[in-house]
């Protein structure tokens, strides 16, 4: 039975990240005496994750992976911009020097961006960010205003706002040019449920721009 509630962080201090840290580390070593020797000689991760900042969203919590295993990019409601040089140099590295195999966009129910994007409230300099998501509503206007229920509604935003954002990763030259090349590279788009623990994948992977606008094709 769990004592503290998961709101309750006041136990969660300065010193208290580092005692974790030495707790971390006898625990590594139980398992591996050479479990930091290993991991120094470099990474080969085969996924690139791009997922919310959402404390409540880790990549390697919710796949139960380990360190080295997953390649993470995380910013507000896990957006794909292509101006976002931050987000371009993470995929040019992961896709050209890594090599991965997948990456993925992984958006969450009761992401707090998207439900600040569907209010009218202004928020300050985030309202920029969250212009990208009042795009992915404009897109999808018809389907999002007819569902009365404002909770399916916010839901149904969330799923459209990782497929789009899949798509914008289709669209970069980062994504195309590995698939000129003949690279394997899949791109998935997954939703997470706080309240369950469950991914749901939306069924968007693709690995070819063939499905794609056909004035987002770059001519190879
Ligand atoms: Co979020």
Redesign the pocket.
Known sequence: MPTKSLHDTHHITYETLLAGNQKFIEKSLALDPEYFEKLANGQNPPVLWIG???SR?PANQITNTQPGEIFVHRN??NMVIHTDMNMLSVLDYAVNVLQVRHVIVTG?YG????IAAMSNKEYGLIDNWLRHIKDVYRIHAEELTAIEDEQKRVDRLVELNVVENVYNLCKTSIVQNAWAKGQSLSVHGWVYSIKTGIITDMKVSTQDNEKMEKVFRFQQ
């Open positions: 919310c900042a959402d969203v507000i409601a969450h992401c707090g961006g998207v």
